[in-house]
């Protein structure tokens, strides 16, 4: 259904601390999943990606967490930095497809140094 | 190698009237794909091209909206007339293969306001 609320979720952290982002994806047949970093007046700038046949994944400082039985994915960033501070979204390949994104709602990040 | 581009990053116009936004994908990717963020909420997919072919025009919300990609280059996203609820962020974005294969490369929006 369609969202409400104009409110993203926030998550503030302090400069040095891990940040851990949920996201709950909605198709079970989606089996590629991405989290975007959008940062003000920039598009969505790709960190980290994994597929349905993984159940974690890393890279440089991120981790991205897969919970297929629960449709969770999380993204998990090490020594959260004031670079850091952004929107990220959760995407997902709507349903198996091999061109259309759903994007989850958005996650504001503020890092305190 | 340089990013997606879309003019203009800003437009306001009043309800009523036409916009036309513009968009140049990463030289080479022949797939190119339109999203759009209102008021806020989830980014969600418009439509996608394969070069200048309508592969998936299924998130168009109705037809005042037009997209065109003639050439197989650029593409334009037309609003007419424009309603106060189009207001909101416009992003183009394209990839060289599918999106398992490729990332996804986003241009930095046009901004829409319709008053």
């Known amino acids: 259904g369609e969202s409400v609320g104009l409110h993203l979720p926030t998550l503030s952290v302090q400069e040095g601390d891990n940040s851990i982002i949920n996201c709950a994806y909605s198709?079970?047949?989606?089996?590629?999943f991405i989290w975007y970093k959008q940062e003000s007046g920039k598009g969505p700038q790709f960190i980290i990606d994994i597929r349905s046949n993984m159940d974690k994944r890393q890279g440089q400082r991120v981790t991205v967490l897969l919970n297929k039985t629960v449709k969770h994915l999380s993204l998990q960033i090490a020594a959260t930095q004031p670079g850091d501070s952004a929107v990220y979204f959760c995407?997902?390949?709507?349903?198996?497809?091999?061109?259309?994104?759903?994007f989850g709602k958005g996650t504001l990040l503020t890092v305190n140094p | 190698e340089a990013g997606v581009t879309q003019f203009p990053s800003h437009s306001v116009i009043e309800k009523g009237q036409t916009v036309t936004l513009r968009c140049d994908p990463i030289s080479g990717h022949d797939n190119l794909y339109w999203y759009r963020r209102v008021m806020g909420k989830e980014i969600k997919f418009l439509l996608h091209?394969?070069?200048?072919?309508?592969?998936?025009e299924s998130g168009m919300p109705n037809n005042r909206f037009l997209a065109e990609r003639t050439g197989g280059t650029y593409s334009t996203l037309k609003v007419q007339p424009a309603e106060l609820e189009d207001s909101g962020v416009y992003f183009c974005a394209s990839s060289q293969m599918t999106v398992l294969d490729s990332p996804l490369h986003f241009g930095n929006g046009t901004r829409l306001t319709v008053t």
């Open positions: 995407a997902e390949n709507s349903g198996g497809s091999n061109y259309k994104l759903t």
């Open positions: 198709n079970s047949a989606s089996d590629y």
């Open positions: 091209f394969v070069k200048e072919s309508k592969q998936d």
